[in-house]
C-alpha cells in the first residue's frame, strides 16, 4: 500500500516537470526561431540592397501569425450564436 501523499507529492512534480520543460524548450526555440528571422531578413537585404522587402515580408509573416491566431482562437470558442439586432420587447 503507498503512501496517499508520495502519490500525489509525485503527480504534482511530474506536472510541475512538464510545465518547466515545455517553457525552456519554448524559450530557447523562440530565441533560436528569432535569430533565424532575423538572420533571413539580413539576407533579403543584402540581397536586395534596401529595407523594403525584408519588411513587406515581416508584414506577411505577422498577418499569417495573425490569421493563424484568429483561427485557433475562433475554433477554440466556436461561433457566437447571437442576433445582430436583437428583438425588442
Same mark, same amino acid.
Given at each position: 500500500?503507498? /503512501?496517499d501523499?508520495?502519490?500525489?507529492l509525485s =503527480?504534482?512534480?511530474?506536472?510541475?516537470? %512538464?510545465? =518547466?520543460t515545455?517553457f525552456v524548450?519554448? +524559450?530557447? %526555440?523562440?530565441?533560436t526561431?528569432? !535569430? +533565424?528571422?532575423s538572420?533571413?531578413? %539580413?539576407?533579403? *537585404?543584402d540581397?536586395? %540592397? *534596401? *529595407? !523594403?522587402?525584408?519588411?513587406?515580408?515581416?508584414v506577411?509573416?505577422n498577418?499569417a /501569425?495573425?490569421?493563424?491566431?484568429?483561427?485557433l482562437v475562433?475554433?477554440?470558442?466556436?461561433p457566437?450564436?447571437? !442576433?445582430?439586432?436583437?428583438?425588442i420587447?
Amino acid at each position: 500500500m503507498v /503512501n496517499d501523499f508520495l502519490v500525489r507529492l509525485s =503527480i504534482r512534480s511530474a506536472m510541475f516537470a %512538464g510545465a =518547466i520543460t515545455g517553457f525552456v524548450f519554448g +524559450l530557447f %526555440g523562440g530565441a533560436t526561431l528569432g !535569430a +533565424l528571422i532575423s538572420w533571413f531578413a %539580413g539576407a533579403i *537585404y543584402d540581397h536586395f %540592397g *534596401y *529595407y !523594403a522587402p525584408a519588411f513587406g515580408v515581416g508584414v506577411v509573416f505577422n498577418l499569417a /501569425n495573425l490569421l493563424i491566431v484568429g483561427f485557433l482562437v475562433f475554433r477554440l470558442t466556436g461561433p457566437r450564436r447571437t !442576433a445582430l439586432w436583437p428583438a425588442i420587447g
